[in-house]
């Protein structure tokens, strides 16, 4: 089996070497012995997203493998796809995923590992929140990452704990699954809720991790534009993968609501037998019914565009498949 480790880079020239020396460290750990399977060719791929400083040629020069590299800087999520796409070419039956500034830990991969070498899981993600609790994170970012967990994990019927970690490791059948669409912004968040909407076996393993002081976010330094680019990415993610769930939920309570005050309208009326006096109650249930009515229509026909969507991905599936034919 061959494992190739992929280091996403923006100007990282400071940072690259010690990393993918410490990937080197772990690449000598023993961890095969009770999986039954036996990785045999272990790689090392940076992708250098647009950087502006000698991060590509610092890579090569500590010994990366692989280095893709284009311009201009397009961001986590272009960067994540390349990677996809290079190690399906380069013929990987595994990828883990790793930053490039030294914020996890190496020797933590065979973590990652082992669930998908044993066979019971496609995708492996390292929890930062676990009882490892992540130091020095900015407790404002760890609030909205569990929240969001908690409302993904509502939505998809599956325990998620970590939305946002980029630590995680993926078997070939998962990197032929994946279709990544959104490449403006981050991958974390839409590919967890893509896995599971395929049906692909997801798995948390706590990790120890902790944030450099006076660390920058590289992907958004704004808390704002974070919230507000992850609250878009996972409501399309959830509304394309669970759309009855989606807008059934609003449906369903919209029409409860408005039979609730049918009934009332209904109590009142009967009470003295004049509607002119109780008329908004009449108007309000019946207005939330047509909403309601609404709703249940879009999730009728966003379930109906789900149905060939799955179609389209099966096809994109067999067709990757025979292009990164082994």
């Given at each position: 089996?061959?494992?190739?480790?992929?280091?996403?880079?923006?100007?990282?020239?400071?940072?690259?070497?010690?990393?993918?020396?410490?990937?080197k460290e772990s690449f000598n750990l023993d961890f095969y012995s009770k999986t039954g399977s036996v990785i045999t060719e272990k790689l090392i791929q940076v992708i250098d997203d647009g950087s502006t400083d000698k991060t590509a040629?610092?890579?090569?020069?500590?010994?990366?493998?692989?280095?893709?590299?284009?311009?201009?800087?397009?961001?986590?999520?272009?960067?994540?796809k390349r990677a996809v796409e290079s190690c399906l070419e380069n013929g990987a039956d595994l990828m883990v995923?790793?930053?490039?500034?030294?914020?996890?830990?190496?020797?933590?991969?065979p973590k990652l590992l082992t669930p998908i070498l044993e066979g019971n899981f496609d995708m492996v993600i390292a929890n930062r929140f676990s009882h490892l609790t992540a130091k020095d994170i900015p407790w404002i970012r760890s609030f909205l990452n569990r929240f969001a967990a908690s409302v993904v994990s509502f939505f998809l019927n599956c325990k998620a704990e970590d939305l946002t970690c980029g630590f995680r490791a993926h078997n070939r059948e998962t990197l032929l699954r994946f279709n990544l669409t959104n490449v403006n912004f981050t991958y974390?968040?839409?590919?967890?809720?893509?896995?599971?909407?395929?049906?692909?076996?997801?798995?948390?393993?706590?990790?120890?991790?902790?944030?450099?002081?006076?660390?920058?976010?590289?992907?958004?330094?704004?808390?704002?534009?974070?919230?507000?680019?992850?609250?878009?990415?996972?409501?399309?993610?959830?509304?394309d993968v669970r759309p009855m769930k989606f807008f059934g939920i609003p449906a369903l309570l919209l029409i409860i609501i408005s039979m609730g005050f049918f009934v009332y309208f209904a109590f009142l009326y009967f009470h003295d037998f004049k509607i002119t006096a109780h008329r908004n109650f009449l108007l309000v249930g019946i207005t939330l019914l047509l909403v309601g009515i609404q709703f249940l229509v879009f999730a009728l026909i966003a379930d109906m565009i789900k149905s060939n969507r799955n179609l389209t991905e099966e096809q994109m599936y067999l067709l990757k498949s025979e292009k990164y034919k082994k």
């Open positions: 089996m061959k494992l190739i480790v992929n280091i996403p880079a923006y100007n990282e020239e400071n940072e690259i070497s010690a990393t993918i020396a410490k990937i040629s610092v890579a090569k020069s500590a010994g990366a493998d692989i280095v893709v590299s284009y311009k201009p800087n397009r961001k986590l999520a272009y960067s994540f995923n790793i930053d490039a500034d030294g914020q996890f830990n190496p020797n933590d991969i974390t968040q839409e590919t967890i809720i893509d896995a599971i909407g395929k049906n692909l076996k997801l798995k948390w393993v706590p990790i120890q991790v902790t944030y450099f002081k006076g660390r920058q976010p590289k992907i958004t330094k704004s808390i704002f534009k974070f919230v507000n680019n992850g609250f878009k990415i996972i409501i399309k993610a959830v509304r």
